[in-house]
């Protein structure tokens, strides 16, 4: 091809190309997910993430469609609202044989589809002539394995990597694989519906012919397989039906929103849909893995916080997350994976280099708000369903949980729970901003561990408050006392020593000397949501948030722009978190600060209106907001992201005021807000308990009057102004 130059191994294009545009188009279901160009192809440009991957491996790495040696011109390519197909509609340019222009221009029109099943890739072509004569033409299709571990797409390097085995062709079907130092052979086994006229074992051609306005079908199928296993390839056609029934089901079970404003829908229907496609279902359930293409796979903290985002749509997300965490929780002491007995989960990966101990990750658990956060989420799930049972399944666990904060998050029984990696290569910085320069003092040196991170000291304080609620429960009640009062004396020393001042806000953490990390960060948004901040301090506390310096506009940024370390392009240290704006947002209704959480509401929809897909991604960039200009997006963040995508679901419940009990049942709105461009709400299909409900909701100027449509079952509607 003449638009692209391999030197030294690595392809060069020129800006001139289309191929220059390296924006892509993402796919996900279960444990497999691709990442295609807008022709529909996987293609060595941009950041060399494009691929077909599954299992933490990339089965494919090229796969290039040409027609007479030249590739085809876009005309338009999209993912299916509900993400379950990618379509692309392609022509060709000139074409011409020993000088004669054998196609014209635009009159050969070239259809492909994708879709992803349980370990397979299914694509439909469709070849259909508009020209007034009959057209031949080959088409080519040029293909790669490098079987590299997603770490090493990620730019690890290793010193010495398995063996490429040989290409196996029958008939119909190329076979590609690789044999990894973990002794597991992978196979890329790529089947066409015709054979192809010649083949070299990376290259497949085929001859074909059209009559004028005569249509040609084509189909491939791409399975990867595992030691062994090959995972069943359907028809094209019963890949399709099926994926749209899984969605069906998935989506039957939830409740639904529509408003006034089909922009907000927009956003509202794609977070969804993404959400919808991040989730797998494990052994143990329902699990939203955490963002395509770095993070797809289980994670604790992202779970955790998915789970409670979602929590009042669809609760069986938090019974998956909470039953696979307590499945994976750590049982004994393990310095090389930052494992100790009742922790929770950080991540698990598959693939080479986790099964080979080059990467800590097969079972790590080096993060130290997961384990109070699943305590909360276990909380939340319960006045959401009421469901005593499973509950009962993992108090175990949850018991375990409060003992590894008692006796093992407290490094130097100061009542703080703090971290330091035991494991070599493991996390240096364990909270949610876990990049290595995110903890630092006032004048921009890097904090010394053990490390005590304030929003930690908020989840430890609302996961007592919990456990004494289960305490209570289970008739506990000298239990549920003693930590109520333990969470109040965490409460009150919280304030005194974290409270600074001179900054109008709480200190991002303690260092291993105890000296206060003395900067403004969004982590204190995460203590208003847990309660832990005094009454005297929220509202300084919220203005700091909202500030100029802070608020960039389209959101709070994770560092404020007048710290040391400030820059709106750093990972942790100035950039704009959707998740983070979310939390902090519940927070701030929490307090009675609603008109701020609708501000935070407000710059993200307005974000969401610009961005591509109306999808946020995991990050942006925290430059201040420019009129006529959207937010600059962070380079490889991930995209779809699924905190990133529950974020929509809980800014709209921290303005509604939304509450559950379990014990009445009940559902509670404390001061319902609207923003301006919201007239009306409607919540539809909202199961709880054993009935169902749908509400609506309408803005007037004072306040937000709700109409119960339908209910079936005992439900109770409180209103509290």
């Known amino acids: 091809m003449d638009d692209a130059i391999l030197i030294e191994d690595k392809w060069y294009v020129l800006a001139t190309s289309s191929r220059a545009d390296d924006r892509t188009l993402v796919l996900k279901q279960g444990e497999t997910f691709g990442l295609f160009d807008r022709h529909g192809d996987i293609q060595h440009i941009g950041i060399g993430d494009q691929g077909l991957y599954h299992a933490g491996t990339r089965f494919l790495s090229r796969f290039e469609l040409s027609i007479n040696q030249r590739r085809p011109m876009l005309l338009n390519s999209m993912v299916k609202k509900d993400n379950s197909l990618m379509t692309v509609d392609l022509t060709t340019p000139d074409l011409y044989v020993s000088g004669q222009r054998s196609i014209p221009k635009g009159t050969l029109h070239i259809f492909r589809s994708k879709l992803l ?4 890739q299914y694509e439909h072509i469709r070849f259909q002539n508009f020209s007034g004569k009959v057209i031949h033409f080959t088409m080519e299709f040029e293909f790669s394995a490098d079987y590299n571990d997603i770490f090493q797409v990620r730019g690890l390097h290793r010193e010495k990597s398995g063996e490429l085995l040989p290409v196996t062709c029958a008939d119909k079907e190329i076979s590609l694989g690789y044999r990894g130092l973990d002794d597991v052979t992978r196979h890329t086994h790529i089947h066409f519906s015709i054979k192809p006229e010649l083949h070299d074992g990376h290259m497949a051609r085929f001859h074909i012919s059209l009559q004028p306005h005569q249509q040609q079908e084509f189909y491939i199928g791409i399975a990867c397989e595992i030691n062994g296993y090959k995972p069943e390839t359907l028809s094209y056609q019963e890949a399709r039906h099926k994926i749209s029934k899984i969605i069906e089901e998935f989506n039957v079970n939830t409740a639904n929103i529509y408003t006034s404003n089909e922009q907000l829908n927009d956003w509202i229907n794609r977070s969804a849909a993404d959400l919808n496609m991040l989730t797998t279902f494990t052994e143990h359930g329902a699990y939203p893995y955490a963002g395509v293409p770095w993070f797809s796979t289980a994670f604790g903290r992202d779970g955790i916080i998915t789970a409670l985002q979602y929590l009042w749509l669809y609760p069986e997300i938090a019974k998956g997350v909470l039953a696979f965490l307590a499945a994976t929780q750590a049982t004994e002491h393990n310095p090389a ?9 950080h991540e698990t990966r598959k693939g080479e280099l986790a099964e080979l101990g080059e990467i800590p990750f097969k079972q790590y658990y080096g993060s130290i708000d997961a384990t109070p956060l699943f305590i909360i989420l276990a909380g939340e799930y319960y006045e959401r369903t009421g469901d005593r049972t499973f509950i009962e399944s993992i108090w175990p666990n949850i018991e375990q949980a409060l003992n590894w904060i008692d006796c093992y998050g407290d490094h130097d029984g100061d009542g703080f729970v703090e ?14 901003k876990d990049s290595d320069d995110s903890i630092m003092h006032q004048d921009g040196s890097l904090a010394k561990g053990p490390v005590a991170l304030c929003e930690v ?5 609302k996961a007592k408050k919990t456990v004494a609620k289960f ?20 409460k009150q020393k919280f304030n005194q020593i974290f409270w600074c001042e001179k900054l109008s806000t709480f200190s991002l953490a303690l260092d291993g000397d105890k000296q206060a990390c003395k900067v403004r960060t969004s982590n204190a948004g995460h203590l208003l949501y847990t309660g832990i901040v005094s009454d005297k301090y929220a509202r300084r506390t919220t203005e700091t948030l909202l500030s100029k310096t802070s608020f960039s506009g389209w959101g709070i940024r994770t560092l404020d722009n007048s710290e040391v370390n400030y820059n709106p392009m750093s990972y942790h240290n100035g950039t704009i978190w959707p998740h983070d704006n979310a939390i902090t947002a519940m927070g701030l209704a929490r307090y009675g600060f609603r008109e701020e959480a609708i501000k935070v509401l407000t710059g993200l929809f307005d974000a969401s209106i610009i961005l591509d897909l109306n999808r946020l991604p995991e990050l942006f960039c925290g430059f201040d907001r420019l009129e006529g200009q959207g937010p600059t997006l962070y380079p490889v963040a991930c995209s779809p992201q699924a905190w990133a995508s529950g974020a929509v679901f809980q800014l709209l419940q921290a303005c509604l005021g939304m509450r559950f009990s379990a014990k009445k049942p009940q559902i509670q709105f404390r001061n319902p807000q609207l923003p301006n461009f919201i007239d009306r709400l409607q919540i539809t299909n909202l199961c709880f308990g054993d009935g169902v409900i749908d509400l609506a909701f309408r803005r007037h100027p004072n306040d937000v009057g709700i109409n119960v449509l339908r209910k079936e079952g005992d439900i109770d509607v409180a209103v509290f102004m």
């Not at 099943?117 to 397979?120: D, N």
């Not at 070599?424 to 910085?429: F, T």
């Not at 000291?457 to 304080?461: I, K």
């Open 117 to 120: 099943l349980e370990g397979v």
């Open 337 to 345: 994976t930052d494992a100790e007995p009742g922790k929770i989960l």
């Open 419 to 432: 971290y330091a990696r035991e494991s070599s290569n493991g996390l240096l910085q364990q909270g949610w």
């Open 457 to 461: 000291q908020g989840y430890v304080y």
């Open 471 to 490: 305490a209570s429960l289970f008739g506990e009640k000298e239990r549920a006392s003693q930590l109520l009062q333990q969470a109040e004396i965490l």
